[in-house]
């Protein structure tokens, strides 16, 4: 970049709205790499950080927000690979050490070091959640660790993968052996990452999928992606016996009635954090070797796979663009539900 400041959507205080600052164009140190930032796309998550007390996040302020970006390569420190460069390429949010066990797995949004601190505090993860992300002109990458080529895909479609696909995808891939031509599949929730599951278990292959949302535009959204039958809540379903359920909102109005749609050896998959709360036993009146789990994120690998149902032309993205200076605005109608899909800044 030849400019010496750029925008950037900040906060400066907890509790507080963000705002659009100008700050220094960063320089890339030893592996880092520059990104030209070409689509960023806005999280409920990014929400919950803004409005979160002081003590509930252990980031340190000033924080540029963004953690579902897309853009190219245009610097790189002395100790990266300068081969990068000109690359378009999506940003993999979660910054991991690397090194711990989980990481050697292969299972990096699991990584050690991103665990609680003392006290309680959350640690800071990655682009936009305690380093600075890409909601702004340009934004720094630790390393290539974090970056996946995007070629072939409009920014503005590829940002949204590096979260909302990609978490949806993780939480279906990892339940892979229940989702085949015989599966009976429900997802709750058909926003933001709901919209991008119903493609995805299609795409593998889910035999029956079945989608919840009380909205009209969502449930006929649902339609054209592959579902099978979209309703208004989850009492509408009846008793699917289903093999997963899928909850992208996990509020206390579908946590515990989603549990009730599970067939014998079933899975309930909490991927939203509304609020709802579960009681987990033996003895609950679910049917034999029920489970739970509550996924994150996504690991770079899975990125990759998103990548690549996106170029075949197996995944798209529901969002609309806005510019970068109206990102506070962007905001209030993401707080007011007043969004489908997603909503995708263009600097």
Sequence with gaps: MTIDTMRAVRMTAWGEPAQVLRVRVPEPQGAELLIEVRAAGLCRSDLHVMDAPAGVFDYPLPLTLGHEVAGTVVG??????????????????????????????GRENYCHALRPRAGGLLPAIGSGLGYDGGLADAMIVPSERFVVRTRGLAPESA???ADAALTAYHAIRTNRDLV???????????????????????????GTIVAVDPRDGSRDLARRLG?????????????ADADVVFDFVGSPATVDSAAQL???????????????RLTVGKNVGLPNGWQVSAPFWGTRADLEAVVDLAQQGLLSVESAAYRLDDALDVYDRLRRGAITGRAVLVP
């Design 180 to 206: 085949d031509s015989h599966s009976v599949v429900v997802v709750v929730g058909v926003g933001g990452l709901g919209h991008l599951a119903v493609q995805i278990l299609r795409a593998l292959g889910a």
């Design 227 to 239: 579902a099978d039958r979209a309703v208004p809540e989850v009492a509408d379903v009846a008793r």
């Design 159 to 161: 940002a949204p993968l």
């Design 262 to 276: 599970l067939g014998p050896g079933g899975r309930l998959v909490t991927v939203g954090s509304g609020g709802g």
């Design 76 to 105: 790189a420190g002395p100790d990266a690979d300068s081969s990068w460069i000109g690359e378009s390429v999506v940003v993999h949010g979660v910054w991991s050490c690397g090194e711990c066990r989980n990481c050697r797995r």
